[in-house]
Nanobody
């Protein structure tokens, strides 16, 4: 399974971006999908996750500003980021938890996108 992320860029504070991440390849199903971010000199943090049943969870600092969604028919997860702040500047990484055949059994694994840079200027 491969993930292709897109949508990052440079935006002024208060602006918006929409990140996309599409899964391709062979798999039985995709369960949870989400986004992490890593700012320079900081640890990677979970920004948002969308469960297979559509439930969502957010980092407290992005609640009310970011919205995660998914299109299961397209195996794609989105992150709509509004009212961006300079502290949102980071490389954003998408991930997908998926299931596939591992020999005679079904196994679960996680795959990552390549990262997309979001820069918010003040």
């Amino acid at each position: 399974v491969q993930l292709q992320a897109s949508g990052g860029g440079l935006v002024q504070a208060g602006g918006s971006l929409r990140l996309s991440c599409a899964a391709s390849g062979s798999f039985l199903s995709i369960d949870d999908m989400g986004w992490y971010r890593q700012a320079p000199g900081k640890e990677r943090e979970l920004v948002a996750v969308i469960l297979s049943d559509g439930g969502t969870k957010y980092l407290s600092s992005v609640k009310g500003r970011f919205t995660i969604s998914r299109d299961n028919a397209k195996n794609t997860v989105y992150l709509q980021a509004n009212n961006l702040k300079p502290e949102d500047t980071a490389v954003y990484y998408c991930y997908a938890d998926y299931r596939d055949f591992g020999g005679p059994t079904v196994v679960s694994d996680r795959t990552w996108g390549q990262g997309t840079l979001v820069t918010v200027s003040s």
